[in-house]
């Protein structure tokens, strides 16, 4: 048997590219910052380990079942994206008016890995929509369902560097940077929940929900 009886590596290429683009490693720095950076080391890597574990859960769930999922709940992506775009809204007004950045409570350290950093900001609606199409295009082959496991991965385990040694920019911009990164993050969270409900909104006009 060839080897892409085992492994598709175009499968694997353009779904790590793909996840990449979507799920941006480096871009999610600030926002983790601005929640948890003025944490301990020691709360920083519980919170990143955290986050990308709730990540790849979600993701491997909707990669195994979001078909099934989706159709049984009467669920499109549309309705997934305006869910996912509220949601980070919420959380993008509470970093800019300064809510978002103060010393939360300790009960509240796996809520925040939880919701907003595992999903929607990690597993979000397009790379659940992303993962979706790929398990499609996979059409039963072992090849194309290996390369997509070893994708998701892969990508996984580059959001968990980028998270986990974050430490290293806390370093260099210290307290009044996070506050300055709190406020960017903001902003740039509020773009791509606009973004998101727009996406939601031409969905449902165009009927593909």
Sequence with gaps: MALA???DARMFTAT???????????GTIPVFLSLVGRKSRAARAAAARQAVLVSLLVISLFAVGGQAILAYLHIGIPALQ????????????DLLSGRGTTEPQEVEDVNVALVPLGTPLLAGPGAIAATIVFVRQAEGHTGG???????ILTVHFLLWICLRFSGVVIRLIKESGIVLLAKIAGLL?????????????????????
């Excluded at 305006?82 to 007004?93: F, K, R, S």
């Excluded at 369902?145 to 994708?151: G, K, S």
């Design 5 to 7: 009886d085992y492994f």
């Design 16 to 26: 790590t590219i793909t996840l990449v683009v979507i799920m941006d490693p480096p």
């Design 82 to 93: 305006g869910a996912g775009g509220l949601l980070l809204l919420i959380i993008a007004l």
């Design 189 to 209: 969270l509020a773009a791509i929940a606009v973004q998101l409900l727009a996406d939601s909104v031409r969905g449902f006009v165009s009927g593909s929900g």
């Design 145 to 151: 369902y290996v390369a997509l496991a070893l994708a």
